[in-house]
């Protein structure tokens, strides 16, 4: 146990936090069980051990943070670490990466039962199963899902502002005065690009000429180690699951025709329906359907985005698609909090009621002018007008 809190220590002195994701403030900290779910690579660590500096560091014994990946627990189990802790004075345990724990909902409900003081916040893979892990931990734990930065969390970074978050029907009823406000302050496209290029993952400020390199990492943990521990997926169907998000990145947007996909990659129909939808829950491609709600496991997706405009340019680099670009950057950050759905007239449904369109600055609402709250959200304008929206305003959304 000596090693782990020596550990622990060395990455409390050297976290910094002058920038905090905005989703520290939106997590009900005083809950006896907290999970924090999100793909690889989102700056789940980075979290839990600035919000431990923050809030310890003048009581720092009765915090401990510990990664369930490491060597230590090949042979020590969590609950006796738990029950050491606690007899010490430990009241907070914070444990990272427990899908890499055997058997880790189990022992998670049995320390929540038997040590009441003790409060647990657990961080793990997006695949990570809560309602149908073999202790079923959802009327224990509040569960909060985190993906990469928003443009305005980008913005914040980068410039050391205080841009605010804005609601969808503050941004559709209030655009104009919201864009004026932000664009007093900075020129949003002297940064846009390089979000949509490097900026998604809050590591892009570490070496960064090997960004894209890192990202490339990411995805071949997740293909290589997530899902074949959590989904069961044949380590020899990764290659075509690396060939997929090949075909998927050079699309504009990606409509798939699962036959064709299938006899291209190799698989059959039911399989490739299946591994859509894990590559969908790993946050590595966004399918939308035409609903929102209610998705099957072997439902036909109607378009599919790469998850996020990161990943395209890993893929492709200055050959990404312009179009295919600004469709994933709007998707990515409407779809964390509001569900988005395939729109035969428009582009997406969002939230059940908004129609968008997507498009350059030139976009008109030819395609949509019947249709009520019916929007265009365009590139390449620091200002809209009545409902042509700019585009990058959607990324203040979180």
Known sequence: MDQLIEKYRKKIAITQTRFVRSIMFEINWNARLIGIKGARGVGKTTLLLQYIKLHFM???????????????????????????????????????????????????????????ELKLVFTGSSLLEILNARADLSRRAVVYSMQGLSFR???????????????????????????????????PFQYFSGYLQSGYYPFFKEETDLYHSRIEEVVNMILEIELPLLRGVDITYVNKLKQLLLVVSESAPFIPNITKLSEKIGINRQTMLTYLYYLNEAHLISSIYKDAHGISLLQKPDKIFLENTNLMYTFRGINSDLGNVRETFFVNQLRYK?????SV?????????????????????RQIQHISNAFIAADDIEYGFDH?????????LY
Do not use: C
């Open 58 to 116: 003048s009581d720092i014994q009765s915090a401990l943070y510990v990664s369930l990946d490491n060597i230590w627990f090949s042979d020590h189990k969590l609950v006796d670490l738990v029950d050491s802790f606690v007899k010490k004075g430990g009241k907070y345990l914070f444990l990272d990466e427990v899908h890499k724990y055997p058997n880790w909902s189990v022992e998670l409900k049995n320390i929540y039962d038997d040590y009441p």
């Open 345 to 365: 007239q428009g582009d997406f449904l969002v939230d059940e009621k908004y129609t968008f369109e997507i498009g350059g600055k030139r976009k008109n609402k």
């Open 153 to 187: 969390e980008y913005l914040n970074m980068q410039t050391g502002s205080d841009f605010k978050i804005h609601a969808l029907s503050g941004i559709l009823d209030h655009h104009d005065t919201i864009s004026k406000e932000i664009v007093s302050e900075i020129k």
């Open 388 to 396: 042509k929206i700019p585009l990058w305003l959607f990324g203040f």
């Open 338 to 342: 509001y569900p988005i759905a395939f």
